[in-house]
């Protein structure tokens, strides 16, 4: 068995008591997991599970958005959600989806601009 231990902490609020935690992994994952501690304790990286819930403001904080461009984006359908009463709801899935989609939208945009640059023989 390979150990390897973690801290848990909250991405979005004051930091939360730190918990060792002792987890089973295959032995080439050991590299990945303390990877992903490293990202986690830095200022860079946030782990998020793809079938958790975000607001849409912690959507925003992903996304390096504002929560208003995030509404917009709801209300015009880009991206996916679900109500709680009156709350929205964006499942981290969702919005790997749709920044899928906006990548393959700007290679679509960037190949247009080459073919238009080819045809006119710009460089």
């Not at 002792?22 to 830095?42: A, F």
């Not at 461009?69 to 009463?85: A, L, N, Q, S």
């Not at 990548?103 to 247009?112: D, F, I």
Request: hydrophobic content about 35%; charged content about 30%; cysteine-free.
């Amino acid at each position: 068995m390979v150990r390897a231990v973690a801290g848990q902490r909250s991405g979005y609020g004051p930091q939360e008591e730190l918990v060792s935690v002792t987890v089973q992994v295959p032995r080439g994952s050991v590299g990945k997991v303390h990877q992903l501690e490293k990202l986690e304790s830095g200022p860079g990286a946030l782990v998020i599970g793809m079938s958790e819930e975000l607001t849409p403001n912690e959507a925003a904080r992903v996304l390096g958005v504002s929560r208003t461009t995030i509404m917009k984006r709801v209300d015009r359908g880009e991206i996916p959600f679900r109500r709680v009463g009156t709350h929205v709801r964006i499942r981290m899935a969702s919005i790997e989806a749709y920044l899928a989609a906006e990548r393959q939208r700007m290679r679509e945009g960037m190949n247009e601009i080459n073919r238009i640059s080819d045809e006119l023989g710009l460089e």
